[in-house]
């Protein structure tokens, strides 16, 4: 068997679901595609998108003399687990998210194809997601799907939640196939199913409307503009993922990934009244460190806030009193959107200036 094949099969009884192989190489088009999406502004907060640019575009750049790359595939289309019955379980959370973070999960996966590829006197460099690699482009081109309209790989086997990571290496490979077709055709449910009318015409997302970048990245109170359009979203969005006809098709496929109920319905109480090393402590190991406990109970209050969801009004109350200034301007929104003006008293003589402009204006009715 070829070292290809080798690493391959490898690749694939370690977990990963689909895999394939594509040339290490960025076609000039897709980097000056990538480079207007930076220059148009639509990665938002993410500043070192910018910076990582010439190491997307020359992967020889992470893997000297790289020739080729092994893309994983791993579903993350889930049964969804039991939802517990005890605390303050409203609102969703990213199915990518409902497992311990893959990050972790599939380091081991890649440092053993990196151990493998050296003991064939090769060299290797495994991504996920954490470096300045084209994922998407590279599995599109090793045949395992095409970038979809709402800019996710979308796979006809296994739909579009997949979690992606990949191996550069210098193995010459031969025979390499043309990239998968394009399989949309004249849909266009994710582009309508959008809540915040984020996916562009170009199959390109605008973060900055985006609620997966909202809910996780985005640092500050959310723009009023966009809240509604949260909904009940309190970590990530999977709207243009799981509209997608060939996801449908696919339905629960995940094999390696398992989702935890704690994680697919967090109980919001834990976001409140604890610490920011305390919310470490207990969230170690999950997606759910990346917005923070301020963040999570931010979205917290503006998933409450659009649902009014009567388990949550003591959580209202408690945001008030946070020691996150986010925190507390998400409260006075959601107390807002509650009609409930009496309590936003406490807020008027807030620290903090746009809590208390906040309370103002809701209190004077404006
Ligand atoms: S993740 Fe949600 S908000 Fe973002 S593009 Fe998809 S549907 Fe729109
Ligand atoms: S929902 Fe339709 S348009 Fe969007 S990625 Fe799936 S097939 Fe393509």
Redesign the pocket.
């Given at each position: 068997m070829s070292a290809p094949d080798l690493l391959a099969e490898l690749a694939l009884n370690l977990g990963a679901d689909v895999v394939g192989w594509a040339p290490a190489r960025v076609p000039a088009g897709s980097v000056a595609e990538y480079a207007g999406w930076l220059a148009a502004g639509r990665h938002a907060g993410m500043s070192y998108l910018e910076r990582q640019l010439p190491a997307r575009a020359e992967p020889q750049t992470r893997l000297e003399g790289a020739l080729s790359v092994l893309v994983l595939g791993l579903s993350h289309a889930f049964e969804p687990p039991l939802r517990p019955t005890d605390g303050v379980r409203v609102g969703q959370v990213a199915r990518y998210a409902w497992t311990p973070d893959y990050h972790d999960q599939l380091q081991p996966v890649l440092t053993r194809l990196e151990h493998e590829a050296a003991a064939m006197a090769n060299r290797a460099k495994g991504y996920v997601d954490h470096g300045p690699v084209m994922e998407r482009l590279f599995a599109a081109g090793a045949f395992m799907g095409w970038r979809g309209k709402?800019?996710m790989l979308v796979s006809t086997e296994y739909g579009a939640f997949m979690t992606l990571a990949v191996v550069l290496t210098d193995l010459p490979l031969e025979g390499v196939t043309a990239p998968h077709p394009d399989r949309c055709g004249r849909c266009t449910r994710?582009v309508q199913?959008?809540?915040?009318a984020?996916?562009g015409p170009d199959r390109a997302?605008d973060a900055r409307?985006?609620?997966?970048?909202l809910t996780i990245e985005h640092r500050g109170p959310v723009p009023d503009e966009f809240r509604p359009?949260i909904g009940d979203w309190l970590f990530?969005?999977?709207?243009?993922?799981a509209v997608c006809p060939w996801t449908l098709k696919a339905g629960p496929l995940a094999r390696t990934l398992r989702p935890l109920p704690e994680l697919a319905y967090p109980d919001l109480t834990q976001f409140f009244g604890i610490s920011e090393r305390e919310f470490e402590r207990r969230f170690a190991g999950t997606a759910f460190l990346r917005p923070r406990r301020k963040g999570m109970a931010r979205n917290a209050l503006t998933v409450l806030g659009n649902t009014r969801d009567p388990q949550g009004w003591p959580l209202l109350l408690a945001g008030r009193l946070d020691p996150a200034w986010e925190v507390r301007e998400a409260a006075a929104w959601a107390l807002g959107q509650w009609g409930e003006l009496s309590h936003l008293e406490a807020l008027l003589d807030d620290p903090h200036e746009l809590v208390r402009d906040r309370a103002a204006r809701l209190w004077a009715g404006g």
């Open positions: 709402s800019g994710c199913a959008c809540p915040t984020a996916i997302i409307r985006c609620v997966s970048y359009g990530g969005c999977d709207v243009c993922s």
